[in-house]
């Protein structure tokens, strides 16, 4: 079973940056989509930022400009950097990652979820 492994969240005040980070643990064939989402209290959860294989990525309107989804395909992993961080980013983080354990297994994995907290 693959598991996410997220660090990175934390306490910053208004205006500062965090960097989240993901990876999987255990063995992994190919991973063709990554992806971050939030949930802040009483909210559902939203898509922040994705990334395909490919390289394509996608955004959410409210993080345009701020946040940089990258990935290191060496290391399976993916980043979120988020700069310029507002109150209304606080949330708690997930990592979701999509692809094969194997040729003929698929995963669709997320992670613990990271809380990040943007202070006045």
């Known amino acids: 079973q693959v598991q996410l492994v997220e660090s990175g969240g934390g306490l910053v005040q208004a205006g500062g940056s965090l960097r989240l980070s993901c990876a999987p643990s255990g063995s992994i064939f190919s991973i063709y989509f990554m992806g971050w989402y939030r949930q802040a209290p009483d909210k559902q959860r939203e898509l922040v930022a994705t990334m395909t294989s490919s390289g394509n990525t996608n955004y959410a309107d409210s993080v345009k400009g701020r946040f940089t989804i990258s990935r290191d395909n060496a290391k399976n992993t993916v980043y979120l950097q988020m700069n310029s961080l507002k109150p209304e980013d606080t949330a708690v983080y997930y990592c979701?990652?999509?692809?094969?354990?194997?040729?003929?297994?698929?995963?669709?994995?997320w992670g613990q979820g990271t809380l990040v907290t943007v202070s006045t």
């Open positions: 979701n990652a999509r692809g094969e354990v194997d040729p003929i297994n698929a995963f669709d994995a």
